[in-house]
């Protein structure tokens, strides 16, 4: 009874330090982001309005400030994902049985090159497009006055949904790898999958309805690529690990 309270304790001490140097860490990042590197984001994230000669204004003494305040947060999130991921992995892992913990191990860098990929490809791609139909295309006739607030919101809104959607095929190949899914269950409930995609869409972008078909797109094709990897990521067979472990036993 004593050594399952002693477990416990320190279950929550290891916790307590995982939540503790998580934040340490995006703070100190976001901080050196924000007094070193603040104007350069910022003249990165509004590329795409000033493409089209729109200047965005600020409309309160602190907007803008903020603004970038916000910018050098997101940053330092993503500067930080190495150690908050590898601290929220280690964590975990012990829980975990040896044939999914090497699966594991690969994760943090995997997560992280995904997520930068989707984001990468939403900036570069999706959001010409989006910006081009909707302050120009949307806007013929019309003289646009877009605050700096309201248009981090939405760069912000609008890049991290391809980020996490990007995750899947990683997440697919971890939950194949471990039992939990197969080829077979995600091609039989692909019209499913279609249907929740869209709404993630309606859900995660804009209200419109340009950005929730650009970032559903490529989340069908993502679930489609997900089934290719499903049926090659083969689940482990159970009796290896028990092999193991009568090997093992029969030894001593």
């Known amino acids: ?15 307590r330090k995982v939540v503790v140097v998580s934040l340490v860490t995006i703070l100190t990042s976001t ?18 309005l000033a493409e089209y000669g729109i200047p965005v204004v600020f409309i309160g003494p602190t907007e803008a400030l903020f603004s ?81 607030s309201k248009y981090v919101s939405f760069l912000i809104s609008f890049l991290l949904p391809f980020g996490l959607v990007f995750e899947l095929p990683l997440i697919v ?12 269950f995600l091609a039989r409930n692909r019209r499913y999958a279609i249907l929740i995609t869209f709404v993630l869409a309606a859900v995660l972008t804009p209200p419109d309805v340009v950005s929730q078909i650009l970032l559903a797109v490529p989340m ?4 489609e690529i997900s089934i290719w990897i499903s049926r090659v990521a083969k689940p482990r067979p159970k009796f290896e ?9 029969k030894e001593h």
Do not use: C
């Open 31 to 48: 901080m050196v982001i924000f007094f070193l590197f603040r104007d350069a984001l910022f003249m990165a994230a509004i590329k795409p």
């Open 68 to 148: 970038k305040l916000k910018i050098s947060i997101v940053a330092g999130l993503f500067v930080s994902l190495p150690v908050v991921l590898w601290r929220i992995w280690s964590f975990v892992v012990p829980a975990l049985h040896s044939n999914e913990r090497r699966y594991v191990y690969l994760l943090v860098p995997a997560s992280l090159l995904l997520f930068l990929l989707g984001v990468s490809f939403a900036y570069f791609t999706v959001l010409q497009i989006a910006t081009k139909y909707l302050l120009v295309v949307a806007g013929e006739g019309l003289e646009p006055m877009i605050t700096v």
């Open 1 to 15: 009874m004593e050594e399952k309270s002693m477990t416990i304790v320190e279950h929550l001490e290891e916790l």
């Open 173 to 184: 190949f971890f939950l194949t790898r471990i039992g939990l899914i197969n080829h077979t």
């Open 241 to 249: 690990d028990s092999a193991v472990v009568e090997t093992s036993a």
């Open 220 to 223: 069908v094709l993502l679930y």
